[in-house]
């Protein structure tokens, strides 16, 4: 009747953040919460703040380990679950008081394995935009197609016509994952590849399981002006990351008939090309020389997977991305990086 959630959150230098996360799952008005502190070598005050949660509430259990990353302490989190069900939050996010309990009372009396929700792209602590993973009248139609949710998952814009082009699919934090499912399949997140981790394990996600519904409910506050966010931050890893997600990628769907279109891998090649130009060829903080640059950069573009992205006739991908993508089919490189100065000059102003 009223199942126990166990609900991970990995924490790594969020000190400004830590309370407000904390505060808002342990005031939840649903109360059979196991809350699971994973402390990944946090280098400020996290640790000693987490620690202090623990002590006043016996429902939180407070790990500290060596920093492995992100996908290992969420993985040691789902190791020791022993909720009915796990939800996953980031450490500088929150969540609304009765969010649980509205996912609680939403849950489906049928058997499912996932249960998705809503939630919010927090611009500022007061101003959060709202982000539905179906438009309403998809929920009914669409929620058991697992070709439809693989393909949003890799492609937001797949599939939406007139619905906002905004979703949230491929992320853990708005859904609750049953417990035991996770165990039975051995889904855990990919060690050794961020961004991206969260992608490859809802994939592997929904092309498992058989039973997937959903609610409305909008009740999870996603911060997305965090300094230290993989969107914005300098990666010299971006390279190897981007074709060890393809790799991972290609492994999971490889043989299997799961419907997922060529489109929406193509369009989710093309987002690894944007953030590559713009979080490590472009970045304010690469010092290599541009004469470097155009040649790494020319070396992407004949990635099979990325050379496809580019060449191939793509309705996924659209408005400044399509400018960025008729570049690249030339072999100089400065028009490109001029698209990358402009937006990034007209960002801080």
Known sequence: MYPKLSVIVPVYNVEPYIRQCLNSIVNQTYKNLEIILIDDGSPDNCGTICNEYAA?????????????????????????????????????DWYDEDYFENMVHSLPVEETEVFLA???????????????TFGKEQYDKN?????????????????????????ALGVPWNKLYKTDFLREHGIIFPLGLHPGEEVLFNVAIFRTASNITACDCIGYHY???????????????????SELFMR??????????????????????????ICELNCYFFHPSNQMHYRDIVHEVNEMKAKPYFHEAIYSTNTLIKGKRLIVKFLLRFPFVWPIW????????FRSV
């Open 118 to 132: 809503g939630g919010c792209y927090a611009e500022s602590e007061n101003e959060s935009k709202q982000v539905r």
């Open 56 to 92: 006043k509430d016996e429902r939180i259990i407070c790990i500290h380990k060596e920093n492995q990353g992100v996908s290992a302490a969420r993985n040691d989190g789902i190791k020791i679950a022993t909720g009915d069900w796990t939800a996953f939050a980031d450490p500088d």
């Open 143 to 167: 929620i058991h197609n697992r070709a439809f949710l693989l393909n949003k998952t890799l492609a937001p814009k797949y599939g939406m016509g007139g619905y906002p082009t905004i979703s």
């Open 338 to 345: 001029a698209v990358f100065r402009v937006k990034r000059v």
């Open 223 to 241: 911060r997305t002006q965090v300094e230290s966010s993989s969107l914005h931050r300098y990666n010299a890893n971006w390279p190897r990351m």
């Open 248 to 273: 991972e990628l290609f492994k999971l769907i490889d043989g299997k008939d799961l419907g997922i279109s060529k489109e929406a891998i193509d369009a989710r090649a093309f987002r690894l090309i």
